[in-house]
């Protein structure tokens, strides 16, 4: 499911930004979201094979602040993307002229 919301937010990968920084930021976030869970699944069948006590430590240190951050940066941008609004934002749209009967 965290790699299709992930998936989700890569929609906006070629959106335009307030700042390259945020485009880039967005960006490594969107695929931290994908590839986490990925990575979790890829560090839980190495756990089988090498040495437990170093991939057990690494699938819990590594993964969780990963995602949580690339969560709370893209949370964090999708709020301060809100201060650079096209114009046609702001314009009033007339709901009568768009129902027919009235």
């Not at 969107?30 to 089988?48: E, G, Q, R």
């Not at 991939?55 to 940066?73: A, C, E, K, V, W």
Request: hydrophobic content about 55%; aromatic content about 14%; overall charge neutral.
């Amino acid at each position: 499911m965290s790699t299709i919301f992930g998936g989700i937010h890569c929609i906006a990968w070629f959106f335009t930004f307030p700042t390259y920084q945020e485009q880039v930021l967005w960006h490594i976030s969107a695929v931290a979201i994908i590839l986490v869970p990925w990575l979790s699944m890829l560090l839980f069948f190495l756990n089988d094979i090498l040495d437990k006590a170093l991939i057990r430590s690494m699938f819990i240190l590594i993964p969780p602040p990963l995602y949580i951050t690339g969560r709370l940066i893209l949370l964090i941008l999708m709020f301060t993307t809100l201060r650079n609004l096209p114009p046609d934002t702001y314009q009033a749209v007339s709901w009568t002229s768009l129902v027919p009967h009235l």
